[in-house]
């Protein structure tokens, strides 16, 4: 199923709908009260997208410089050039270990790697750590956004999922008490597992550590009880210099959910004694994102989900609509460069209304790309959408004056040709919506007849 | 001064008498208009689906209509950036980059070339505007609420000029109205919800009309209007400022 059919789906309960919508858009208008503090907002987005920029302008050698360090640092650093690759070397290190039951804060990269999956195969347990993770994994879903992950889910439909799976009492939803009960459930996981993985959300080359923000303290927790620290991360969450993260770090969460700082912006830089520490680095198709010029500025990303929550179109479809890890505007313009086929439809997802652009605190030019896309994937022939329309028809009129002021005449071409009121069966237009009626004759009839009467 | 009028094509099917608002007002205004009869459209609709390679036609014939004209101005600030953004001509480049550097969106034409200060207009009503997305954080008609930047808007100044007018203000400013081109079918569920909204936040601030300065906004937002049964209607700008 494509977005617009699982769009649909979602929209069939309107008043849930309304409600998400009205959730979300929140979480946006409190990241204006805190930018509107800063003075300085619009010239740390500036900079922070220039520090990326560098980054990705000498990506290969800040990587180097960040193994280097980190190997000095006491830590095993991993290459892995796909999500399959990935799953297997964290799958080794458990082996390794013996160990067939860990915990895992939350990271989109072993998301878009279908980490949980692939371990579940091989028989290994993993237990999201981040609330609202593990709320979706109990419901067996995906996670619906990149910082609120059961966003989707009210706090109803919370209470009767911790009913089911950790028998609390049916119908109390309320979530301080849901909170406690999961905190309870979550700290016996904490204690008794040996390895934990967390993501990552900036690694410093100069100094070979990096960071993790969280605001429940669940990567410390998982990484500070566990003997063997596993942390996965994509090749672009490089900045070059510590002192950097001074940038990001007032960008991220006041980008992300409206808070000045997150609770805890974590720094590891070398095991603790008799601890073991990993880093995964993973390309999965940025190296080939980093070559497409009109593309490669998406990979400046540092997952706030700003964007999804500004994202009119986000906000009245839901994140699952987007069947892809990374949902919202810069999920479609990062998935149809992992397979353009399964993607076609994200690019399409979108009004172009470009308030995305206006929230993204690196600056990614993220309407202008889905433009783009749309441009590739049309003449890749991969839209189904290319049929649906029937552009060459419409082009071919607008192209000749007098085969379109012939069809033209008060309204009869646009009604019968223009894709949005085309009339193919039962036209969507008319759904929930009417259309004007056809004047008497258009403006160049009557502009014609004005110029004649002049003269 | 003058001036070649470009009419979107569904303004000019549809809304004819947005147009003719928009030549009697720059008449008024004391400026030339010619409105060449070859035009068609901008061919946005073709490259916002993807399509952009087969608009060479399109491209074409839009400068050899507009190529002789001092401004070009056009009531519709979607049409206006697809131009300022995307016009090309591989027969002659310069022209269509002089083109893309004289096409004005009405109101900015109004505020920043004729740098009009007042106006005769009377509208005696409560009216809410939309700011379309393209005209906004395209054109920069007015500030965009995700910045932190001083507020303006170049629509609102001029709706401030119509005497009896009462600009009602809205709980979100620029937010989407789920036109989007192609999107209103390929996306109708979405598309229609995000309509119904934009209507509802005019409505609860006791708006009579929805006015905006892109009919493609307003002819979405008159259809779930006219299928709600309300008696609010839409106005192009060009209209009340006109009246
Ligand atoms: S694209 Fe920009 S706004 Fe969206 S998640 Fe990434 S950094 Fe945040």
Known sequence: ?455 | MRVGLFIPCYVNQFYPQVGIATLQLLQKLGVEVVYPLNQTCCGQPMANSGFEHLTKGCNELFVDNFNEFEYIVCPSGSCTLHIKDHLHDERNEAAAIAVRGKVYELAEFLTDVLNVESLNAYFPHKVGFHQSCHGQRGLKLSQMTELVAEPFSKPEKLLRMVKGLEFVPLSRQDECCGFGGTFCVTEEAVSAKMGKDRVEDHLQHGAEFIAGGDMSCLMHMEGILKRQQSKVQVKHLAEILNA
């Open chain 1, 1 to 455: 199923m494509d977005h617009s059919q699982l769009a649909a789906t979602f929209n069939k309960d309107e008043s849930r709908v309304t409600w998400h919508d009205e959730t979300l858009w929140w979480v946006r208008q409190k990241r204006d009260k805190q930018a509107h503090q800063l003075p300085e907002w619009e010239r740390l987005r500036e900079t922070a997208s220039r520090i990326k920029n560098n980054v990705l302008s000498n990506l290969s050698g800040y990587l180097e410089e960040f193994e280097a360090n980190a190997i000095k640092n006491g830590i095993t650093v991993h290459w892995a050039a796909d999500g399959k690759e990935h799953n297997a070397i964290v799958h080794s290190i458990l082996q390794k270990h013996g160990v067939n039951k860990i915990v895992k804060s939350k990271s989109m990269l072993t998301e878009e790697c279908h980490l949980n999956e692939y371990l579940h195969q091989q028989g290994v347990e993993v237990i999201d750590t981040d609330l609202g993770e593990y709320i979706v994994q109990l419901a067996k879903e995906p996670p619906s956004h990149i910082v609120l992950p059961c966003i989707h889910k009210k706090k109803e439909d919370i209470g009767e999922l911790f009913h089911q799976y950790l028998g609390t009492p049916e119908g109390n939803a309320d979530p301080q008490f849901l909170t406690n009960a999961a905190r309870l459930h979550l700290r016996e996981k904490f204690l008794t597992r040996k390895i934990a993985i967390t993501g990552v959300n900036f690694a410093v080359a100069e100094t070979g550590e990096f960071v993790v923000c969280t605001n429940e303290g669940n990567a410390d927790m998982g990484a500070h009880l566990s003997d063997v620290h596993i942390a996965c991360m994509g090749l672009e969450k490089l900045i070059p210099k510590r002192k950097h993260l001074s940038v990001f770090l007032r960008l991220l969460t006041r980008s992300a959910t409206g808070q000045p700082i997150t609770t805890y912006s974590s720094h590891f830089k070398k095991p603790r004694k008799n601890q073991e520490m990993h880093i995964v680095l993973v390309d999965n198709g940025r190296s080939r994102q980093l070559g497409r010029p009109d593309f490669r500025n998406s990979l400046k990303c540092i997952r706030c989900g700003a964007c999804m929550n500004t994202c009119p179109v986000y906000r009245r479809s839901g994140g699952h609509s987007y069947h892809n890890a990374i949902a919202g505007p810069i999920g479609s313009i990062l998935a149809p460069n992992i397979d353009m086929k399964d993607y076609a439809d994200l690019p399409f997802a979108s009004t172009l209304c470009g308030s995305c652009s206006n929230v993204c605190p690196v600056k990614i030019d993220i309407h202008d790309q889905l433009y783009k896309w749309r441009q590739v994937l049309v003449k890749d022939g991969h839209a189904s959408i290319v049929k649906k329309l029937g552009m060459k028809g419409m082009t071919f009129t607008l192209s000749h004056p007098a085969v379109f002021n012939f069809a033209g005449k008060a309204g009869r071409w646009v009604l019968k040709h223009t894709p949005f009121v085309v009339n193919n069966g039962f036209n969507p237009w008319f759904k929930q919506r009417d259309m004007p009626e056809p004047p008497k004759e258009s403006f160049a009839e009557w502009y014609k007849k004005a110029v004649s009467n002049q003269q």
